[in-house]
């Protein structure tokens, strides 16, 4: 008995090294380096790197850009998966609907990307047709969609994945509360559609979704595939400026690098922390009532 | 009518992605302002068979890596939940787990660059392979850890108390039950691996030419035909797997897993 609870004991701890270790190393490794502690070019402490990078205008310029595109696909997404749950309740229980609003949920971000590429660029399928449908009259015509100022092929590709996803889980949400009761009382009621949505369903999927919608909004900021081939270097998005800066023949900038993955950590975490305290008073508010 | 609309809508902007790449996989001379490509053949699909082909090539190792990262993240995630489960502190494990995919793998595929080096584990298979496990042995606990019920240990003790050994229990008991959720979580392990491009990239240097790497050079290079097929096949285990087993859910979410 006492044997199997030093094993029970070892492997937590062996767990625990398996998850936080790697993480921690890492961690660790690139506080120094941005301290100037370690690295090949060290010269002992010093807080020059992480002056730099703070007053980087660029570096805060890509942790905003990624943030504004990250929330932008976030929002549309939820409000394309709403409109389709609430429009299309009864398809669900179809079995080619349901199939098919798995299909995106099969793409890679890289695949996803080279289709928006292939699909929304200048010399595109779209253009194209615009093109032989006499829109535009020469390729410069078509709107700049992809490898854009604003990030639309980012957030077209972030949406393009996202959306289904939400779909699904919030008809789950809708099943679960059973919203369905609930707005056939409202109206049984006398309330409108519109106001059942705005005082009944909005709140309930709102509520019980906002957690997820905040994870994503944290995963799509933390997205490199799509933005390396649908972005652009100004304005750039966080990871793979923090790539780039990493990658790049010039020693010097590794610290920086190592400064900006920690400032954009740094933002994640207060974005978890913030959306976690207004959970937790948002619960203590309930328990209190 | 408008419901009709959403569905027309809906189709095509969920299946136009694979039609795109289909028409691309076997199109040759794709020039403005052509609307499709000038010449429709399977030449560029049978390079495919060559022997040295690189995207079978890829294939092959893309295969390789997700099964083997696949297997090792369900084994080892099984063993660990079933260690955690019965701990006082178990939520606080399965938050922990939640800290990967938080910090976002490519940003660890830089912090974890300098430790690959210095193990010698950079531009190698087995680099490649511990870290996308790192990824995905979470994601796995995460999954298996709801799978450890008071029910499944109730079970498991009335084979105990019948005369059953900690073997045939597990043989016959446990391992049956906890099919369709290792099904589940082997999937899922394989799809994070089989999707990745920035960790392997980065652990990988662009010596360890999976599929996703593939599609990104063929980009380079301008081949958008090869980089269809090589997105084609991508998609393919996916695909295949929603087609014949329904049961077997996407969940991308962390919420939604737990």
């Given at each position: ?12 701890v062996i767990f625990l090294m398996l998850i936080l270790l790697p993480t921690l190393a890492g961690f660790t490794y690139a506080l120094l380096y941005s ?183 944290i995963?799509?900021?933390g ?16 990871t793979?400026?923090i ?15 190592y400064?900006?993955a920690l400032m954009y950590l740094g933002v994640v975490l207060?974005?978890i ?17 | ?72 993240s ?6 660990f ?11 606080q494990y399965i938050k922990l787990a939640y800290l990967p995919y938080i910090l976002s793998p490519v940003v660890l595929g830089v912090l974890w660059h300098y430790f690959a080096?210095v193990l ?10 511990l870290a996308q496990f790192l990824i995905c042995f979470p994601f796995?606990f995460i ?55 920035g960790l392997?990239?980065l652990i ?50 962390l919420?939604?897993?737990?």
């Amino acid at each position: 008995m006492n044997l199997k609870f030093t094993y029970t004991k070892l492997l937590r701890v062996i767990f625990l090294m398996l998850i936080l270790l790697p993480t921690l190393a890492g961690f660790t490794y690139a506080l120094l380096y941005s301290f100037g502690l370690t690295g090949l070019l060290s010269e002992g402490f010093t807080l020059k790197h992480w002056t730099e990078t703070l007053s980087d205008f660029y570096a805060w310029k890509s942790i905003g850009f990624s943030l504004m595109i990250a929330m932008i696909s976030v929002f549309i997404s939820f409000w394309i998966s709403l409109f389709l749950v609430l429009k299309l309740t009864k398809d669900f229980q179809k079995k080619w609907f349901h199939r098919l609003i798995f299909v995106p949920l099969c793409f890679p971000a890289t695949v996803m990307a080279l289709y928006v590429l292939q699909t929304f660029s200048k010399s595109g399928f779209f253009s194209r047709i615009s093109y032989q449908l006499g829109f535009i009259d020469q390729i410069e015509s078509f709107p700049e969609l992809t490898n854009d100022a604003y990030g639309i092929g980012i957030m077209l590709t972030s949406v393009l994945m996202v959306f289904p996803f939400f779909t699904i889980y919030i008809k789950n949400i809708f099943d679960a509360e059973k919203l369905n009761e609930y707005q056939q009382l409202s109206q049984s009621l006398g309330a409108s559609s519109l106001q059942t949505f705005w005082k009944i369903s909005l709140p309930i999927l709102w509520r019980k979704s906002k957690l997820t919608l905040m994870l994503y909004i944290i995963f799509v900021m933390g997205s490199y595939e799509v933005p390396l081939l649908l972005g652009r270097q100004n304005p750039q998005m966080i990871t793979p400026r923090i790539v780039d800066k990493a990658q790049r023949f010039n020693l010097q900038d590794i610290p920086q690098a190592y400064a900006m993955a920690l400032m954009y950590l740094g933002v994640v975490l207060i974005l978890i922390l913030v959306t976690s305290a207004s959970f937790v008073q948002f619960f203590k508010r309930k328990s209190d009532a | 009518m408008l419901k009709r609309t959403i569905h027309l809508v809906l189709i095509t902007l969920i299946l136009l992605p694979i039609l795109v790449l289909m028409m691309l996989s076997f199109g040759e001379q794709w020039i403005f302002p052509d609307v499709f490509p000038q010449n429709f053949n399977t030449k560029t699909w049978l390079k495919l068979f060559s022997s040295d082909s690189e995207i079978s090539k890829s294939l092959g190792l893309s295969v390789l890596i997700s099964l083997s990262v696949a297997f090792l993240s369900t084994l080892m995630a099984f063993v660990f939940s079933k260690v955690i489960s019965t701990s006082k502190y178990k939520n606080q494990y399965i938050k922990l787990a939640y800290l990967p995919y938080i910090l976002s793998p490519v940003v660890l595929g830089v912090l974890w660059h300098y430790f690959a080096v210095v193990l010698k584990l950079n531009a190698s298979f087995f680099g490649v392979v511990l870290a996308q496990f790192l990824i995905c042995f979470p994601f796995g606990f995460i999954i298996l850890s709801s799978f450890w019920s008071r029910h499944i240990y109730d079970i498991q003790n009335l084979s105990f108390t019948l005369g059953a050994s900690t073997y045939f229990s597990f043989k016959r008991i446990i391992f049956p039950l906890a099919k369709p959720i290792l099904g589940l979580c082997f999937f899922q392990c394989f799809l994070i691996s089989w999707f990745d491009y920035g960790l392997t990239q980065l652990i990988g240097g662009g010596q360890i030419k999976t599929l996703t790497l593939s599609v990104f050079n063929f980009i380079k290079e301008a081949n958008i035909f090869l980089a269809a097929i090589a997105s084609l096949l991508l998609l393919f285990p996916p695909l295949l797997l929603l087609f014949f087993n329904k049961k077997i859910k996407f969940k991308r979410s962390l919420i939604n897993t737990h």
